[in-house]
């Protein structure tokens, strides 16, 4: 998006060229017909206009005439350009977003070849092959192979799952990632029109919608105009009345009233009130956030209660290496470095985090180890283990080292004779209970300890949280983890509160019940079985990592899949709130001044006793003549 | 000093006794166990057990209105048939009845007519004393519909609105009228079925003496918020207003029900401070009034260089005039103790603002503080977007289409009351019943025009209201005002009823702040002074200006 930003400045200066032109082009009455208040300024406008040829034709034009004009019509022209420079940034933001999007690419095959082409052009029954470390690009049902998948993404659960072609396990889910073998996927789900273009058209303001508050607005600010309307008329017949009953009006007085009239008018709100809804959405996409509707924005910022799925969101959703405990009678520096062997080619998250855990608590390093002599064994579903294999120069296996699942490596150790011992068993026992991963290492047929992983929470996600609370929202973590893992996470992450083994229906009920209490809900959650609880949440956004089904159901989605976002999300709705608030306040109260500045114009000379123009005590300005005041 | 200790004692008596009224009223008017009231209604076929919607709630308004309406017309306009007439007063023409009528069912009481050489005394015990009591029951009911569509959560039911009438009629304004009426018997009203007496003046005149049964009605006239006089002097002639007792005891009167009537708020709402916020926003938009008309009265008129006595009862010290004045029409009473033609100018401004803003400051029985809320939800609706939420209020979004009706109910009276000045000003019709030219004139159209979209009734003397153009357009000036502001009451009722409450958080806009007191008295303040500063300032404050050279 850095790309697209320059991109966006680079057009500025174009833009604004082309906003003022749209501003003129707004002054159809067509357009200006859809914002009743400035609608009454523009008639202003031309009435004015009118009465400046009419005193042309007289050669009575005076300066005071074409100055009321003139700055009736820049008024309008104002209020216009407020509007297009709003909707020219929209259009330059949708642009740039149409311009940055990059799919996932999927391999599909197509006979012998393998093409590589974006996950949006993949149409229903294509053959798509995923590999190691490849994201699944559509749902659909797995043809050939067997292989684990990470499916954390999507229904939460830290472990990776065997997929696998026939039977019951072989659907696989978009946004799910290989982590070990192969298979070929039979796409099942075709990607209708793309979700963001609909995104992109939203922004572009063409189907921009009113929020609530919007048209709330709106309609006070309707009914002040026609207050106003009736004030000015009906005043200009109290003066009548007052002046002796000559239903007369000259051109200046005509022009005095009209500008009465649109300084009472709530120009100043009226003019920027579509202007500000669109800024709000386009300062939500800056942020990296795609909002579906400006009522989601201002409804953000009404959420007390956030419900966060766990994994992706507190936590990197891989787990990482915490600790690593050793079998009786083996040294922790032999742990480590059999660990460390074992997981020195692993390419997955888990053998990444070891090798780093390792090298920074022991030091254990590349360089102790004779490069060439070691053959990696990757995992497979099959054993549910990986690890190396020490070769002399001849190529002959000195030892092996292997790290896998608790329960498949004490099938493997018997399976040689070696001796599992129980307190390898025990370490093993009591992660699992913390809702860890445990992994035990061996090296031959003797087991050297165990390492421990961990799901480990994001950085800075606490102060995050802090903050939200601070604002009033509570957090909730929604976890698929059993009650004691998403205690210790909670407590962790500094959540007010937990829902452990949650299924979908859980999580929905649970939204239900607290917006049946009178709360205003939020979900965060990229996982297709977020999607109930996406739609059933008063705002529901999705991280674009998640699945195209937690996408259509959700009302936003943020680009950068990060759940603090929200933050920003609240912000920016409350300061959509109170920029209209503001500009309302100030709107109404500033009209008792201007009935201070212009009404003494117009009521020169109505109440003169022995020569005192005595209504002149309200021109507490001090303004000299009425053309100035105005 | 010792105008000060009055209107301090005044205030404490009315804020002691309307806590007591108020807690009794909270109490026996919500009470869902049936009662003898409700069986004795019951027994006359009306149904007093099922739960109304809004829609519902309405409807029997109107139609109960409805009723009223016909029934009263009906009497007026044939009493010269009817019994109790001793003085023959003749049947009245139909506009001037129609006026009447509208007046009384709307609870203002407007007059254009004097009491005592017009009606007949079943036209006005069984006419209009009637309507003293019921249109003051519906007021209140209408007030209990609104506080809960507040309360209630995602439901649709308002009460039932026979029960509220008729146990407010019952349980509260009958007994308080009987004790007030036996009080003001034993103070020197005339309560009697003979039309006239006889009495000798100091000149050795006989002077015939229309009298009747005076002090039954002045008990609801003043309780009910009515104001309606027996005597065209209203409270100025010595049978309305015999004594410094009765005086002092009308005063207190005038402010108890409408008092009583925040308080029984108070006593609903789970959290009372919300009703305390309310009741002192009324509470210093009152000390204020009647400070600046005080302040006014204690001019010196420079026409005239004395204190403004001319049109005043030399009974009572100018200052009781000028606080009966704001009094009245802060709380949409309309009764008088003085001419208010005869005020100072600025005494006239703060009647006039009172009435203009919709008497929200206790105001009319029930009336007052469902208007009162009309301008809670603006504020809630313009602060809440200030800070940031959506905004709500006892945990009800206000909505698009709260908003609407608040703006109409708000707005639509105060446009309706300059258009209608604008005509009568700019009319021979309009302008043959105006005593006096240029500025005076314009307050005397405004006064009588804000007098009856208020539901006031006070009437500022000067203006002969009793024409075809009048009898019309005040007419419909009171139906507007009252109706307008009913509608959209019920409406909102119903649709915050049926939302859920949210809960309140940190973010929340609290309402029962200090911070959002003076937010709702600008408010009011502003909405006030944005529709009628231009009429203000050619009337009433022109005038001022021309008093002081």
Excluded at chain 1, 267 to 272: D, K, M, N, P
Excluded at chain 2, 258 to 280: D, H
Aim: glycine content about 10%.
């Amino acid at each position: 998006m850095n790309e697209a930003n320059t991109d966006i400045d680079f057009k500025k200066g174009l833009d604004f060229k082309n906003a003022i032109i749209d501003s003129f082009f707004k002054l159809s009455p067509r357009t200006q017909i859809k914002n009743p208040v400035m609608f009454v300024v523009y008639l202003g406008c031309l009435s004015t206009t009118a009465v400046c040829f009419v005193s042309m034709i007289n050669q009575t034009l005076s300066f005071f005439e074409i100055q009321i004009t003139a700055w009736l019509w820049f008024t309008v022209l104002f209020a216009n350009f407020a509007e297009a420079i709003a909707e020219r940034k929209g259009k330059a933001q949708a642009d740039s977003l149409k311009k940055s999007r990059t799919g996932v690419n999927a391999k599909v095959v197509e006979g012998k070849n393998i093409r590589v082409m974006s996950a949006d052009d993949l149409k229903k029954g294509m053959i798509i092959l995923c590999e190691i470390g490849d994201l699944i690009a559509a749902d659909g049902e797995v043809i050939e192979g067997i292989a684990s998948v990470d499916e954390s993404a999507i229904t939460g659960e830290s472990a990776p799952v065997i997929r696998e072609a026939g039977g019951d396990r072989s659907g696989v889910m978009a946004g799910t990632r290989v982590v070990s073998d192969y298979i070929k996927v039979m796409v099942s789900c075709e990607k209708g029109e793309s979700y963001l273009d609909k995104m992109v058209a939203l922004i572009e303001g063409a189907e921009r919608r009113k929020t609530p508050n919007e048209v709330a607005l709106g309609i006070l600010l309707v009914f002040l105009t026609v207050l106003f309307i009736v004030c000015v008329i009906t005043l200009k017949f109290f003066l009548i009345y007052l002046k002796g009953g000559t239903a007369s009006i000259d051109h200046k007085e005509f022009l005095i009233l009209i500008s009465l009239l649109v300084c009472l008018a709530p120009t100043t709100i009226g003019g920027l009130l579509s202007a500000i809804g669109i800024s709000g959405m386009e300062r939500l996409l800056k942020r990296n956030v795609l909002a579906k509707s400006g009522k989601a924005v201002e409804t953000a910022g009404d959420i007390d209660v956030l419900l966060l799925d766990k994994t992706g969101t507190i936590t990197y959703g891989a787990r990482m290496c915490y600790e690593i405990i050793p079998a009786q009678g083996v040294s922790i520096d032999d742990l480590a470095r059999a660990a460390f062997l074992a997981s020195l080619e692993d390419q997955t998250p888990e053998g990444k985090s070891i090798v780093q855990f390792l090298y920074q608590k022991f030091n254990v390093k590349k360089d102790n180890q004779k490069d060439d002599t070691i053959c990696f064994i990757p995992f497979s579903a099959e054993t549910r283990m990986s690890g190396a294999d020490l070769m002399d120069a001849s190529g002959k296996i000195i030892s092996s080292v292997r790290k896998g699942a608790s329960e498949s490596m004490r099938q493997f150790i018997i399976s040689l004779h070696g001796d599992y011992p129980q307190s390898v068993a025990d370490a093993a026992k009591m992660i699992s209970q913390k809702g860890g991963t445990p992994l035990v290492v061996s090296i031959d047929e003797h087991v050297l300890g165990v390492i421990y992983l961990k799901d480990i929470i994001k950085q800075g996600i606490q102060e995050r949280f802090a903050m939200l609370r601070k604002i009033g929202i509570r957090t909730v973590m929604v976890t698929g983890d059993n009650p004691l893992t998403a205690a210790t996470i909670a407590a962790e992450a500094g959540v007010d509160d937990f829902i452990a083994e949650a299924t979908p229906h859980a999580k929905l009920q649970r939204i239900i019940d607290e917006q049946e209490s009178g709360h205003m809900v939020g979900m965060i959650g990229d996982g297709t079985n977020d999607a109930p609880a996406l739609a059933q949440a008063d705002v529901g956004i999705a991280m674009n990592s998640g699945t195209q089904a937690a996408k259509e159901a959700g009302n936003m989605v943020d680009l950068d899949s990060d759940p603090t976002k929200l933050l920003d999300v609240v912000e920016t709705g409350k300061e959509l709130l109170m920029a209209r608030g503001a500009l309302t306040a100030f709107s109404i109260a500033n009209d008792i001044s201007k009935y201070f500045t212009i009404l003494p114009a117009v009521l020169v000379g109505v109440v003169v006793i022995n020569g005192h123009d005595l209504l002149s005590v309200l021109n507490i300005l001090k303004l000299k003549t009425p053309e100035s005041a105005i | 000093m010792g105008d000060v200790i009055l209107v301090i004692t005044l205030l404490l008596i009315c804020l002691g006794l309307g806590a007591v009224i108020g807690k009794y009223m909270a109490r026996s008017l919500n009470d869902e166990k049936i009662c003898l009231t409700d069986r004795f209604i019951c027994r006359m076929g009306i149904d007093t057990k099922s739960q109304m919607n809004w829609k519902e709630y309405l409807l029997s308004t109107l139609v109960f209105t409805a009723f009223g309406f016909i029934f009263l017309q009906a009497v007026i306009m044939c009493q010269a048939w009817l019994p109790l007439n001793p003085n023959h007063r003749p049947n009245l023409p139909f506009l001037m009845a129609f006026n009447i009528t509208t007046s009384f069912v709307t609870n203002t009481n407007w007059q254009n007519y004097a009491g005592e050489s017009t009606m007949g005394l079943f036209s006005q015990m069984v006419g209009l004393t009637v309507q003293n009591f019921l249109s003051a029951a519906v007021g209140v009911a209408v007030l209990l519909a609104f506080v809960r569509g507040l309360l209630i959560k995602e439901s649709i039911t308002l009460g039932n609105f026979w029960k509220d009438v008729s146990r407010f009629t019952i349980k509260i304004l009958l007994p308080l009228s009987i004790l007030f009426a036996i009080f003001f018997i034993q103070q020197g009203m005339p309560q009697t079925f003979k039309g006239t007496i006889t009495a000798t003046t100091l000149e050795g005149k006989a002077v015939k003496i229309p009298v009747g049964p005076v002090a039954s009605q002045m008990a609801i006239k003043m309780i009910g918020g009515n104001g309606g006089g027996f005597y065209n002097g209203n409270a100025t002639h010595p049978f309305e207003n015999p004594t410094p007792i009765s005086n002092f005891i009308q005063l207190i009167l005038i402010l108890l029900l409408p008092v009583s009537c925040v308080f029984m708020l108070i006593f609903m709402l789970p959290n009372r401070k919300e009703g305390y916020m309310i009741l002192s926003v009324m509470g210093v938009m009152l000390l204020v009034g009647i400070g600046i008309s005080y302040w006014g009265q204690s001019q010196i008129n420079s026409i005239t260089q004395m204190k403004f006595l001319e049109g005043t009862e030399s009974r009572f010290s100018t200052f009781e005039c000028s606080l009966w004045s704001v009094l009245t029409t802060a709380v949409a009473n309309g009764s008088v103790n003085c001419m208010h033609s005869s005020l100072s100018p600025l005494s006239q401004l703060v009647a006039l603002f009172n009435m203009m803003t919709g008497e929200v400051i206790f105001g009319g029985v029930g009336s007052g503080l469902y208007g009162m809320f009309l301008y809670v939800l603006l504020t809630v609706f313009l602060a809440g977007l200030m800070v940031g939420r959506t905004p709500e209020y006892f945990g009800k979004k206000i909505e698009t289409k709260e908003v609407y009706w608040v703006g109409i109910a708000l707005l639509f009276p105060g446009l309706l009351n300059l258009v209608f000045s604008a005509i009568a000003l700019n009319t021979s019709s309009g302008l043959s019943s105006i005593s006096h030219s240029g500025e005076h004139g314009l307050s005397e159209v405004l006064y009588a025009f804000s007098s009856s979209f208020g539901n006031n009734g006070s009437a500022f003397a000067g203006l002969s209201a009793n024409t075809d153009f009048y009898n019309t357009f005040t007419g419909m000036g009171m139906l507007f005002g009252r109706f307008i502001v009913i509608v959209a009451c019920l409406v909102i009722a119903g649709r915050l009823g049926v939302k859920k409450a949210i809960v309140a958080g940190p973010g929340t806009l609290k309402t029962d702040t200090t911070v959002f007191a003076f937010l709702l008295l600008g408010v009011i303040i502003v909405m006030g002074a944005l529709t009628f500063f231009p009429a203000l300032v050619l009337g009433p404050i022109a005038e001022h200006l021309i008093m002081g050279q």
